[in-house]
């Protein structure tokens, strides 16, 4: 069993930076991919960023491409995205997810465990 817990979210304007951290615990998480989705109001849950289990292999949206850095310390059990030139259409409440068989590492469905989530609001 993996549990997740997401921490930094806030409000910001627009061209700030926010760190958000995903906190993992079990003894099966430094095994996992994680991922970063969010989902706005109205809007279906969509993929930000993903690191696979050991680190490497960082994968961005293209949307987020160059603004946002995904990492992940294993010692620790934090994957953290941190994102910076912020744009208003960043708000939504981001979410983390771990999996451990990834075909596809973009797709909602291929993560087995959720944290709950954190707001991110970007004002103009």
């Known amino acids: 069993q993996v549990q997740l817990v997401e921490s930094g979210g806030g409000s910001v304007q627009a061209g700030g930076s926010l760190r958000l951290s995903c906190a993992g615990s079990?003894?099966?998480?430094?095994?996992?991919?994680v991922g970063w989705f969010r989902q706005a109001p109205g809007k279906e849950r969509e993929f930000v960023a993903a690191i696979n289990w050991s680190g490497g292999s960082p994968y961005y949206a293209d949307s987020v491409k160059g603004r946002f850095t995904i990492s992940r310390d294993n010692a620790k059990k934090t994957v953290t995205l941190q994102m910076n030139s912020l744009k208003p259409e960043d708000t939504a409440v981001y979410s983390c997810?771990?999996?451990?068989?990834?075909?596809?590492?973009?797709?909602?469905?291929?993560?087995?465990?959720w944290g709950q989530g954190t707001q991110v609001t970007v004002s103009s």
């Open positions: 997810g771990a999996g451990r068989t990834m075909e596809e590492i973009t797709a909602v469905y291929e993560y087995d465990y």
């Open positions: 079990g003894r099966t998480f430094r095994s996992q991919a």
